[in-house]
Protein backbone atom coordinates (compact mmCIF):
# COMPACT_ATOMS: atom_id res chain seq x y z
CA UNK A 1 0.00 0.00 0.00
CA UNK A 2 1.10 3.32 -1.04
CA UNK A 3 2.80 5.56 2.02
CA UNK A 4 0.87 8.33 0.38
CA UNK A 5 -2.55 7.08 1.33
CA UNK A 6 -4.05 8.87 4.75
CA UNK A 7 -3.97 6.70 7.90
CA UNK A 8 -7.89 6.34 7.53
CA UNK A 9 -7.52 5.07 3.91
CA UNK A 10 -5.01 2.67 5.13
CA UNK A 11 -7.53 1.22 7.19
CA UNK A 12 -10.60 0.68 5.75
CA UNK A 13 -11.95 -2.20 4.24
CA UNK A 14 -14.08 -1.27 1.39
CA UNK A 15 -17.22 -2.67 0.43
CA UNK A 16 -16.90 -5.91 -2.13
CA UNK A 17 -19.82 -5.53 -4.52
CA UNK A 18 -21.39 -9.15 -5.69
CA UNK A 19 -19.51 -10.71 -8.94
CA UNK A 20 -20.49 -9.55 -12.23
CA UNK A 21 -18.13 -12.09 -14.11
CA UNK A 22 -17.61 -12.00 -17.69
CA UNK A 23 -16.04 -15.53 -18.69
CA UNK A 24 -19.65 -16.73 -19.74
CA UNK A 25 -23.04 -15.98 -19.70
CA UNK A 26 -24.75 -16.45 -16.27
CA UNK A 27 -28.10 -16.02 -15.07
CA UNK A 28 -27.36 -13.57 -12.47
CA UNK A 29 -29.76 -14.05 -9.24
CA UNK A 30 -26.41 -12.35 -6.56
CA UNK A 31 -27.06 -8.87 -6.76
CA UNK A 32 -30.79 -8.03 -6.49
CA UNK A 33 -31.13 -6.34 -10.11
CA UNK A 34 -34.82 -6.15 -11.08
CA UNK A 35 -34.99 -8.68 -14.14
CA UNK A 36 -37.46 -6.75 -16.25
CA UNK A 37 -36.57 -3.61 -18.34
CA UNK A 38 -37.21 0.18 -16.65
CA UNK A 39 -40.29 1.29 -18.19
CA UNK A 40 -39.72 2.54 -21.81
CA UNK A 41 -41.20 6.07 -20.68
CA UNK A 42 -37.95 6.55 -18.17
CA UNK A 43 -35.66 5.36 -21.89
CA UNK A 44 -37.17 7.51 -24.19
CA UNK A 45 -36.74 10.99 -21.55
CA UNK A 46 -33.13 9.75 -20.95
CA UNK A 47 -32.83 9.31 -24.80
CA UNK A 48 -34.79 12.57 -25.27
CA UNK A 49 -32.24 14.63 -22.48
CA UNK A 50 -28.81 13.35 -24.98
CA UNK A 51 -29.05 16.82 -26.57
CA UNK A 52 -28.73 18.50 -23.10
CA UNK A 53 -25.52 17.12 -21.75
CA UNK A 54 -23.36 20.60 -22.62
CA UNK A 55 -25.49 21.90 -19.66
CA UNK A 56 -24.68 21.20 -16.23
CA UNK A 57 -27.49 19.17 -14.42
CA UNK A 58 -30.14 21.38 -12.70
CA UNK A 59 -28.20 21.17 -9.14
CA UNK A 60 -31.45 20.77 -6.56
CA UNK A 61 -33.42 18.19 -8.78
CA UNK A 62 -36.58 20.07 -8.20
CA UNK A 63 -38.82 18.31 -10.34
CA UNK A 64 -37.69 14.77 -9.30
CA UNK A 65 -38.28 16.05 -5.76
CA UNK A 66 -41.56 17.38 -6.52
CA UNK A 67 -42.80 13.80 -7.77
CA UNK A 68 -41.40 12.10 -5.06
CA UNK A 69 -43.26 14.22 -2.59
CA UNK A 70 -46.31 13.56 -4.55
CA UNK A 71 -45.87 10.60 -4.55
CA UNK A 72 -45.50 10.42 -0.74
CA UNK A 73 -47.77 13.24 0.22
CA UNK A 74 -44.20 15.05 1.20
CA UNK A 75 -43.29 18.87 1.07
CA UNK A 76 -40.43 18.84 -1.68
CA UNK A 77 -38.00 20.19 1.29
CA UNK A 78 -38.38 16.47 2.79
CA UNK A 79 -37.12 15.15 -0.18
CA UNK A 80 -33.19 14.48 -0.74
CA UNK A 81 -32.08 13.07 -4.36
CA UNK A 82 -28.77 11.56 -4.55
CA UNK A 83 -26.64 8.92 -6.91
CA UNK A 84 -27.89 5.88 -5.52
CA UNK A 85 -28.81 4.91 -2.10
CA UNK A 86 -25.34 3.82 -1.20
CA UNK A 87 -24.17 7.40 -1.93
CA UNK A 88 -27.19 8.73 0.41
CA UNK A 89 -26.47 7.07 2.82
CA UNK A 90 -22.86 8.33 2.74
CA UNK A 91 -24.34 11.72 3.16
CA UNK A 92 -25.91 10.24 6.03
CA UNK A 93 -22.95 9.29 7.71
CA UNK A 94 -21.52 12.36 7.27
CA UNK A 95 -24.56 15.17 8.20
CA UNK A 96 -25.74 13.17 11.56
CA UNK A 97 -22.49 11.49 13.31
CA UNK A 98 -19.90 12.92 14.96
CA UNK A 99 -16.07 10.72 14.45
CA UNK A 100 -16.29 8.47 18.05
CA UNK A 101 -20.06 8.46 18.23
CA UNK A 102 -21.42 5.10 18.53
CA UNK A 103 -23.85 3.64 16.01
CA UNK A 104 -26.00 0.70 16.16
CA UNK A 105 -27.09 -1.33 13.16
CA UNK A 106 -27.66 -5.55 13.65
CA UNK A 107 -25.67 -8.11 13.71
CA UNK A 108 -26.80 -10.03 10.20
CA UNK A 109 -27.50 -6.86 7.76
CA UNK A 110 -26.11 -4.75 4.62
CA UNK A 111 -22.02 -4.79 5.56
CA UNK A 112 -22.15 -1.22 3.67
CA UNK A 113 -22.82 0.12 7.02
CA UNK A 114 -19.18 -1.26 8.67
CA UNK A 115 -17.50 0.04 5.84
CA UNK A 116 -19.47 3.74 6.39
CA UNK A 117 -18.68 3.41 10.29
CA UNK A 118 -14.87 3.02 9.47
CA UNK A 119 -14.24 5.28 7.11
CA UNK A 120 -15.97 7.87 9.63
CA UNK A 121 -14.62 6.79 12.50
CA UNK A 122 -17.69 5.71 14.50
CA UNK A 123 -17.96 2.97 16.51
CA UNK A 124 -19.92 0.23 16.13
CA UNK A 125 -22.63 -1.59 18.42
CA UNK A 126 -24.32 -4.80 16.94
CA UNK A 127 -27.99 -5.76 17.88
CA UNK A 128 -28.17 -9.59 17.57
CA UNK A 129 -30.83 -10.81 15.20
CA UNK A 130 -33.56 -13.24 16.41
CA UNK A 131 -32.65 -16.88 15.24
CA UNK A 132 -35.27 -16.89 13.08
CA UNK A 133 -34.16 -12.89 11.93
CA UNK A 134 -36.29 -11.22 13.05
CA UNK A 135 -35.26 -8.16 14.63
CA UNK A 136 -36.59 -6.96 18.39
CA UNK A 137 -37.09 -3.17 18.76
CA UNK A 138 -36.61 -3.45 22.70
CA UNK A 139 -32.75 -4.57 21.79
CA UNK A 140 -32.35 -0.89 19.95
CA UNK A 141 -33.02 0.89 23.69
CA UNK A 142 -29.82 1.42 24.58
CA UNK A 143 -26.60 3.79 24.48
CA UNK A 144 -26.06 4.86 21.00
CA UNK A 145 -25.46 8.13 19.26
CA UNK A 146 -27.64 6.95 15.78
CA UNK A 147 -29.19 3.68 14.32
CA UNK A 148 -29.10 2.58 10.92
CA UNK A 149 -30.90 -1.21 9.47
CA UNK A 150 -32.92 -2.12 6.54
CA UNK A 151 -36.37 -2.55 6.37
CA UNK A 152 -37.04 -5.86 5.07
CA UNK A 153 -33.46 -6.53 6.31
CA UNK A 154 -30.89 -7.28 3.71
CA UNK A 155 -29.64 -10.13 3.14
CA UNK A 156 -32.71 -12.21 4.93
CA UNK A 157 -35.72 -10.28 3.72
CA UNK A 158 -37.53 -10.11 6.46
CA UNK A 159 -39.87 -7.03 7.63
CA UNK A 160 -39.99 -5.49 10.56
CA UNK A 161 -43.88 -3.90 11.52
CA UNK A 162 -44.01 -0.44 11.26
CA UNK A 163 -45.36 -0.40 14.85
CA UNK A 164 -41.77 -1.96 15.86
CA UNK A 165 -40.33 0.86 14.23
CA UNK A 166 -41.66 3.35 15.72
CA UNK A 167 -40.95 1.98 19.23
CA UNK A 168 -37.60 2.28 17.96
CA UNK A 169 -37.72 6.35 17.14
CA UNK A 170 -39.59 6.67 20.20
CA UNK A 171 -37.12 5.17 22.81
CA UNK A 172 -34.12 7.28 20.20
CA UNK A 173 -36.02 10.37 20.12
CA UNK A 174 -32.06 12.21 20.76
CA UNK A 175 -30.84 10.59 17.91
CA UNK A 176 -31.45 10.24 14.11
CA UNK A 177 -32.49 6.72 13.06
CA UNK A 178 -32.04 5.70 9.34
CA UNK A 179 -34.56 2.93 7.47
CA UNK A 180 -33.21 1.55 4.87
CA UNK A 181 -36.05 0.72 2.49
CA UNK A 182 -34.18 -0.27 -0.95
CA UNK A 183 -36.98 -3.68 -0.84
CA UNK A 184 -39.84 -2.02 0.39
CA UNK A 185 -41.67 -1.76 -2.61
CA UNK A 186 -41.50 -5.66 -2.77
CA UNK A 187 -44.38 -6.23 0.21
CA UNK A 188 -43.55 -3.85 3.28
CA UNK A 189 -45.54 -0.50 4.50
CA UNK A 190 -42.95 2.20 4.12
CA UNK A 191 -41.56 4.26 7.53
CA UNK A 192 -42.22 7.36 5.49
CA UNK A 193 -45.89 7.85 7.10
CA UNK A 194 -44.11 8.31 10.21
CA UNK A 195 -42.03 11.51 9.24
CA UNK A 196 -44.18 13.81 10.42
CA UNK A 197 -44.37 12.51 13.58
CA UNK A 198 -40.79 11.96 14.29
CA UNK A 199 -38.61 14.49 13.82
CA UNK A 200 -35.36 11.73 14.10
CA UNK A 201 -36.39 9.79 11.27
CA UNK A 202 -34.97 9.26 8.22
CA UNK A 203 -35.95 6.81 5.56
CA UNK A 204 -33.94 5.77 2.31
CA UNK A 205 -35.01 4.43 -0.92
CA UNK A 206 -33.56 3.73 -4.49
CA UNK A 207 -34.40 3.01 -8.12
CA UNK A 208 -31.90 -0.04 -7.95
CA UNK A 209 -33.96 -2.46 -7.26
CA UNK A 210 -37.40 -2.11 -7.46
CA UNK A 211 -37.55 0.58 -10.68
CA UNK A 212 -35.03 -1.73 -12.89
CA UNK A 213 -32.74 1.28 -12.69
CA UNK A 214 -29.44 0.37 -10.68
CA UNK A 215 -27.24 1.15 -13.61
CA UNK A 216 -28.56 4.85 -13.58
CA UNK A 217 -27.65 5.15 -9.86
CA UNK A 218 -30.79 7.36 -8.33
CA UNK A 219 -31.48 7.13 -4.85
CA UNK A 220 -33.76 9.08 -2.15
CA UNK A 221 -33.44 10.25 1.39
CA UNK A 222 -37.00 11.19 3.20
CA UNK A 223 -37.07 13.14 6.45
CA UNK A 224 -38.44 16.43 7.93
CA UNK A 225 -37.36 19.56 6.60
CA UNK A 226 -34.23 20.06 9.17
CA UNK A 227 -32.60 16.86 8.61
CA UNK A 228 -33.03 16.80 5.12
CA UNK A 229 -31.03 20.24 5.06
CA UNK A 230 -28.39 18.53 6.17
CA UNK A 231 -28.08 16.41 3.50
CA UNK A 232 -28.04 19.56 1.36
CA UNK A 233 -25.28 20.68 3.65
CA UNK A 234 -22.66 17.30 2.60
CA UNK A 235 -23.98 17.29 -0.68
CA UNK A 236 -23.26 21.28 -1.58
CA UNK A 237 -19.66 20.82 0.14
CA UNK A 238 -18.43 17.56 -1.95
CA UNK A 239 -20.44 18.02 -5.55
CA UNK A 240 -23.16 20.32 -6.39
CA UNK A 241 -24.52 17.47 -9.16
CA UNK A 242 -24.17 14.05 -8.26
CA UNK A 243 -27.50 13.41 -10.22
CA UNK A 244 -26.76 14.11 -13.80
CA UNK A 245 -29.61 15.19 -16.38
CA UNK A 246 -30.06 11.58 -17.59
CA UNK A 247 -30.39 10.27 -14.43
CA UNK A 248 -32.80 13.19 -13.04
CA UNK A 249 -35.04 12.94 -16.24
CA UNK A 250 -35.20 8.94 -16.19
CA UNK A 251 -35.87 9.13 -12.37
CA UNK A 252 -38.64 11.09 -13.17
CA UNK A 253 -40.59 9.00 -15.70
CA UNK A 254 -39.97 6.26 -13.67
CA UNK A 255 -41.92 7.54 -10.56
CA UNK A 256 -44.29 8.56 -12.68
CA UNK A 257 -45.53 5.29 -14.50
CA UNK A 258 -47.28 3.51 -11.71
CA UNK A 259 -48.81 0.93 -13.32
CA UNK A 260 -45.49 -0.46 -15.25
CA UNK A 261 -44.35 -0.68 -11.12
CA UNK A 262 -47.00 -2.61 -10.21
CA UNK A 263 -47.31 -4.73 -12.94
CA UNK A 264 -43.42 -5.75 -12.61
CA UNK A 265 -43.18 -5.59 -8.52
CA UNK A 266 -46.56 -8.00 -8.51
CA UNK A 267 -44.82 -10.40 -11.09
CA UNK A 268 -41.55 -10.59 -8.83
CA UNK A 269 -43.92 -11.05 -5.62
CA UNK A 270 -45.53 -13.73 -7.54
CA UNK A 271 -42.54 -15.82 -8.83
CA UNK A 272 -41.48 -15.12 -5.14
CA UNK A 273 -44.42 -16.97 -3.68
CA UNK A 274 -43.88 -19.93 -6.37
CA UNK A 275 -40.58 -20.32 -6.16
CA UNK A 276 -40.14 -20.25 -2.12
CA UNK A 277 -43.11 -23.14 -2.13
CA UNK A 278 -40.80 -25.26 -4.80
CA UNK A 279 -37.49 -24.66 -2.61
CA UNK A 280 -39.26 -25.79 0.49
CA UNK A 281 -40.42 -29.19 -1.51
CA UNK A 282 -37.07 -29.44 -2.36
CA UNK A 283 -35.90 -29.42 1.02
CA UNK A 284 -34.93 -25.82 2.16
CA UNK A 285 -35.75 -23.73 5.17
CA UNK A 286 -36.75 -19.96 3.19
CA UNK A 287 -37.12 -17.45 5.47
CA UNK A 288 -40.02 -15.21 4.74
CA UNK A 289 -39.22 -12.41 2.05
CA UNK A 290 -40.62 -9.39 2.00
CA UNK A 291 -37.92 -8.56 -0.79
CA UNK A 292 -36.91 -9.66 -4.59
CA UNK A 293 -34.69 -12.25 -3.22
CA UNK A 294 -34.96 -15.05 -0.34
CA UNK A 295 -32.41 -16.33 2.02
CA UNK A 296 -32.56 -19.98 1.87
CA UNK A 297 -30.48 -23.24 3.65
CA UNK A 298 -31.21 -26.53 2.79
CA UNK A 299 -31.62 -29.16 5.58
CA UNK A 300 -28.98 -31.58 4.19
CA UNK A 301 -26.42 -29.46 1.44
CA UNK A 302 -23.63 -27.02 2.57
CA UNK A 303 -24.69 -23.62 1.05
CA UNK A 304 -20.85 -22.71 -0.17
CA UNK A 305 -20.82 -26.44 -2.30
CA UNK A 306 -24.42 -24.96 -3.84
CA UNK A 307 -22.92 -22.22 -4.73
CA UNK A 308 -20.17 -23.48 -6.40
CA UNK A 309 -22.14 -26.31 -8.31
CA UNK A 310 -25.03 -23.24 -9.28
CA UNK A 311 -21.94 -21.30 -10.56
CA UNK A 312 -20.64 -24.69 -12.75
CA UNK A 313 -23.92 -24.52 -14.31
CA UNK A 314 -23.85 -20.91 -15.17
CA UNK A 315 -26.39 -19.45 -11.94
CA UNK A 316 -24.90 -16.90 -9.93
CA UNK A 317 -26.41 -16.88 -6.68
CA UNK A 318 -24.73 -15.03 -3.07
CA UNK A 319 -22.94 -16.82 -0.37
CA UNK A 320 -22.06 -14.78 2.63
CA UNK A 321 -19.33 -16.61 4.71
CA UNK A 322 -19.84 -14.67 7.55
CA UNK A 323 -20.74 -15.91 11.46
CA UNK A 324 -24.44 -17.08 11.51
CA UNK A 325 -25.72 -17.14 7.79
CA UNK A 326 -22.61 -19.33 6.22
CA UNK A 327 -25.71 -21.89 5.12
CA UNK A 328 -27.41 -19.88 3.79
CA UNK A 329 -27.64 -18.97 0.16
CA UNK A 330 -29.76 -15.29 -0.99
CA UNK A 331 -31.18 -15.79 -4.64
CA UNK A 332 -32.22 -12.99 -6.54
CA UNK A 333 -36.12 -13.28 -8.03
CA UNK A 334 -35.08 -13.32 -11.70
CA UNK A 335 -37.87 -13.73 -14.28
CA UNK A 336 -40.32 -17.16 -14.31
CA UNK A 337 -38.15 -18.56 -16.99
CA UNK A 338 -34.74 -17.86 -15.29
CA UNK A 339 -36.07 -19.13 -11.90
CA UNK A 340 -36.94 -22.17 -13.86
CA UNK A 341 -33.72 -23.25 -14.81
CA UNK A 342 -32.71 -22.12 -11.30
CA UNK A 343 -35.16 -24.56 -10.19
CA UNK A 344 -34.27 -27.45 -12.45
CA UNK A 345 -30.16 -27.23 -11.55
CA UNK A 346 -30.85 -26.89 -8.42
CA UNK A 347 -32.90 -30.41 -8.16
CA UNK A 348 -30.41 -31.91 -10.45
CA UNK A 349 -27.50 -30.95 -7.87
CA UNK A 350 -29.18 -32.24 -5.02
CA UNK A 351 -29.59 -35.31 -6.35
CA UNK A 352 -25.93 -35.80 -6.57
C1 LIG B 1 -29.02 -2.37 -2.99
C2 LIG B 1 -29.01 -1.76 -1.63
C3 LIG B 1 -28.69 -0.40 -1.44
C4 LIG B 1 -28.02 0.41 -2.50
O1 LIG B 1 -28.77 0.86 -3.48
P1 LIG B 1 -28.19 1.84 -4.58
O2 LIG B 1 -29.27 2.84 -4.68
O3 LIG B 1 -28.02 1.01 -5.81
O4 LIG B 1 -26.91 2.45 -4.13
C5 LIG B 1 -28.81 0.14 -0.18
N1 LIG B 1 -29.19 -0.62 0.87
C6 LIG B 1 -29.48 -1.91 0.74
C7 LIG B 1 -29.90 -2.70 1.92
C8 LIG B 1 -29.39 -2.52 -0.52
O5 LIG B 1 -29.60 -3.83 -0.64
Known amino acids: MSKYLSEIVKKIEPYVPGE ?30 LDKLNLY ?10 ELADYY ?3 EEQVFVGN ?8 SFMAYFNPEDTILF ?11 AGLFKLKKELVRVNDDFSLDAKLFKKENNGIIFPNPNAPTGKLMELSEIEE ?3 NNIENVVIVDEAYIDFGGESAVSLIDKYPNLLVTQTLSKSRSLAGLRVGFA ?57 LKELGFKVIESKANFVFISHEEKNAEDLFKKLKENGILVRYFNMDRIDNYLRVSIGTDKE ?9 EILKL
Open 20 to 49: QPKDKKYIKLNTNENPYPPTKKALDSIYNS
Open 57 to 66: PEPTTENLRR
Open 73 to 75: SLK
Open 84 to 91: GSDEVLAF
Open 106 to 116: PDITYSFYPVY
Open 168 to 170: ILK
Open 222 to 278: FGQEDLIDGLNRIKNSINSYTVDTLAMNGALESIKDRDYFKETTEKIINTRERVTKK
Open 339 to 347: MDTFLGKLE
